[in-house]
């Protein structure tokens, strides 16, 4: 039973959605990238923390793993990635003759930026038995050092097929990394990495809001605090975020995400309510990456088709093999 009143729940709700484009100039761009898509035989992708506008007009709307399984098997010419740096990298791997367009070149990740590759490097070379599993939040460099990539929809069964003589080390994300030795009973290395949005949240702030609506299962990613994992009913991906909450009964949900996931949430199920997890500062949180993307910048990239994603022919090869294998582990 959700114990607040409809005018509380609307007003939770009403945060975490942007002033947006003029209505006007949001269906001429609109129909300009719909036209665009068309003459260029393109497809847009987008993560499901991109701004509502960008949702809405893309071909496929994701998680990290839905957004590479999409990129393996596309048809089109041209791949308009709408997402971070290392998930248009991931799509160029995948079509190194295919042309892959972002619109900002400079939406990086704070996992990213925490694991430069001569760093991995370094690590690796203490341990020659290391069997290094990276998030796919992570350079192409780092991506080419390591076994296999996981995202948070996989991470589990990437780990659980994982070698049994080895050392596994996991990179860069170290709460996704501690939810899987969990679930898995697998130990670990884990890198020392974060993402700056989801260890915001705290047992604190989702305590308080628990006790303002009472009875609204909580949903958090894994890239949350262990503090805030242990008081949600369900850890999981974005992706797997649209399924719980399409399949439970309740009729409202607190979510721990970022807050682009509301609109996700919301289109795909209209009849229930999306309450977004409040941080001790803020009353729901954005990635600031993410959020460089705009439908402006979107309909740019693709009149201009640039910024172009390009990588060096050994980086795309070494980068390939352990994209393919998680690939290869997620279909079995
Ligand atoms: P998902 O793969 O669950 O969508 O997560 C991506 C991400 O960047 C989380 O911060
Ligand atoms: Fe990276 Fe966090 Fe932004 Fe996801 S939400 S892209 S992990 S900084």
Redesign the pocket.
């Known amino acids: 039973m959700i114990d607040a009143s409809d005018t509380q729940i609307r007003d939770r709700e009403k945060i975490g959605v942007r002033p947006g484009l003029a209505p006007a100039r949001l269906d001429a761009l609109s129909r300009e990238i719909v036209g665009l898509k068309r003459s260029l035989n393109a497809v847009i992708l987008a993560h499901n ?1 991109q701004v509502s506008e960008i949702q809405d007009v893309a071909d496929f709307v994701g998680d990290s793993l839905g957004l590479a399984q999409q990129a393996a098997k596309t048809s089109a010419d041209v791949i308009v990635f709408c ?2 740096h290392f998930m248009a990298e991931t799509a160029k791997i995948l079509n190194p003759g295919k042309v892959v367009v972002l619109p900002d070149r400079d939406a ?5 930026e925490s694991c430069p590759a001569d760093r991995l490097r370094a690590l690796q070379a203490t341990n020659p038995n290391f069997y290094t599993i990276a998030y796919i ?1 992570c350079s192409a460099e780092v991506k080419a050092l390591s076994d296999v990539i996981c995202t948070s929809g996989n991470a589990v069964r990437i780990v659980n097929a994982a070698p049994a003589d080895k050392d596994l080390l996991f990179v860069p ?1 170290e709460n996704l990394g501690s939810w899987v030795m969990e679930q898995t009973g697998r130990p670990m290395t884990l890198w020392r990495g974060d ?4 260890v915001e949240w705290t047992h604190g702030s989702i305590l308080k809001i628990r006790e303002d609506f009472p009875g609204a299962p909580v949903v958090a990613h894994p ?1 949350c605090l262990r503090s805030v994992r242990l008081l949600a009913d369900e850890v999981c991906s974005t992706e797997k975020m649209v399924s719980y909450c399409r399949a439970s009964p309740a009729p409202a949900f607190i979510i721990a995400t ?1 807050a682009g996931m509301l609109h996700r949430l919301r289109r795909e199920c209209p009849d229930k309510t999306f309450i977004p997890a409040p941080t001790d500062r803020c009353a729901c949180n954005e ?4 959020k460089m993307n705009t439908l402006d910048k979107l309909y740019d990239c693709m009149v201009n088709l640039s910024p172009k994603l390009e990588l060096s022919r050994d980086i795309l090869e070494r980068a390939r093999a352990p994209i393919d294998r998680m690939l290869e582990i997620s279909a079995r």
């Open positions: 923390y997402g971070v990086g990740c704070s996992l990213e939040n994300d993402c700056y949005v989801h890239e970022e990635c600031r990456f993410m």
